[in-house]
């Protein structure tokens, strides 16, 4: 664990902890970057021969844009090729695009949840290291646990339920259909409007500079973490460097270090 603003000695009690979902907890999805990258090049040039800058600068919006809905990638993408002009037969709608590039990320997807549900593979070999362990202790601290993601909200409760960690959680919220909404900012602002959390009562967790920014805005502690999705254990130093820049509080490659992270949050002596 790498702490990098220690926190105040004065604060109140963690009474709420909000997940991202896909990458912190999740690695169901794991490698979606390689099926958005090719994507929105073929959408954007038409099948024509890409270069260089087109390629560089696809790359440099995904890796900014990790964590937010993907409606507002595909929004981007609309944009992009309006600038770019070179597939004439390209749609205009970013819905269509954002459903054909779903069509494509749920055939892996979909295999991976085969391979659970068949036996062929626990769902600890797409969890985390120790997330489940995380979840637990924090639901054993009297900590009211919340998930939201970019992810369709039909599938990132799907997805909760296949690797059986659903029920730690008060509410999943994962993109509203039909709706360019972030459901990350709505459960803070839940937390923090309806519920009457203070922010530092709120634990902000994830993998993505969007929610970890998100939980700095309102007061939160926020945690970065930084993990190897595709070992599940260990540090990914371009996510660790994305979360620095966002402002998380501190680092974690996974949660073998429940006990750690615990007593840092002052949830355990």
Request: glycine share 10%; charged share 30%; with cysteine.
């Amino acid at each position: 664990m790498e702490i990098l603003e220690e926190l105040s000695k004065d604060r109140p009690r963690i009474r709420a902890a909000l997940f991202d979902f896909d990458g912190t907890i999740s690695t169901l999805r794991h490698g979606w970057e390689s099926i958005m990258e090719p994507f929105m090049i073929e959408m954007i040039t038409g099948g024509t021969p890409s270069d260089d800058e087109l390629i560089r600068e696809v790359r440099e919006y995904i890796d900014a844009s990790t964590g937010i809905q993907t409606i507002f990638q595909m929004q981007w993408l609309a944009d992009a090729v309006k600038r770019y002009r070179r597939n004439p037969y390209a749609p205009e709608d970013p819905w269509q695009y954002k459903a054909e590039y779903n069509r494509r990320l749920m055939e892996p997807v979909k295999k991976r949840i085969t391979t659970i549900l068949s036996g062929g593979k626990s769902p600890e070999g797409y969890l985390i290291k120790d997330s489940m362990k995380f979840l637990k202790a924090l639901d054993e601290c009297g900590v009211d646990i919340y998930a939201a993601s970019g992810t369709d909200d039909v599938d990132v409760v799907n997805e909760a339920h296949v690797l059986g960690v659903d029920g730690y959680f008060k509410e999943i919220a994962g993109a509203p259909e039909g709706r360019a909404d972030c459901s990350k900012e709505a459960v803070l602002k839940r937390l923090i409007n309806d519920y009457g959390l203070r922010g530092p009562e709120v634990v902000v967790i994830g993998d993505g500079k969007v929610e970890i920014a998100l939980g700095r805005e309102v007061g939160a502690v926020t945690i970065g973490v930084a993990s190897n999705e595709e070992k599940r254990c260990g540090v990914n130093p371009t996510k660790r460097q994305r979360l620095i820049t966002a402002g998380a509080h501190a680092i974690v490659g996974d949660f073998e270090k429940t006990c750690e992270i615990l007593k840092w949050l002052g949830l355990e002596e």
